[in-house]
């Protein structure tokens, strides 16, 4: 059974924090690159963050600076921890397996101005 199990998300003020995990499980974590992708009602999904296997990470030029991919693979982990929150960071967040092809339920992130 593979899971990847967001958490984390909630209401924020602008310029506040929050630390998004997913959690995994039912595959081989530690063979896939893993991805945070956000979505907001009617727009497309887009990549947000990645982290490769070997621990390599890359942004999205609106986050660069202010958010951080890291990755846990005794704990099947991968996180997003997010500063200076920006009303426009307001979406729902995902992760993804990448060689897998696996996503999460997604996660609700509210920054209000």
């Known amino acids: 059974q593979v899971q990847l199990v967001e958490s984390g998300g909630g209401l924020v003020q602008a310029g506040g924090s929050l630390k998004l995990s997913c959690a995994a499980s039912?595959?081989?974590?530690?063979?896939?690159?893993m991805g945070w992708y956000r979505q907001t009602p009617g727009k497309l999904r887009e990549w947000v963050a990645l982290i490769t296997i070997g621990g390599t990470t890359n942004y999205v030029d609106s986050v660069k600076g202010r958010f951080t991919i890291s990755r846990d693979n005794a704990k099947n982990t991968v996180y997003l921890q997010m500063n200076t929150l920006k009303p426009e960071d307001t979406a729902v967040y995902y992760c993804k397996a990448l060689r897998d092809n696996y996503w999460g339920q997604g996660t609700q992130v509210t920054v209000s101005s």
């Open positions: 039912g595959f081989i974590f530690s063979n896939n690159a």
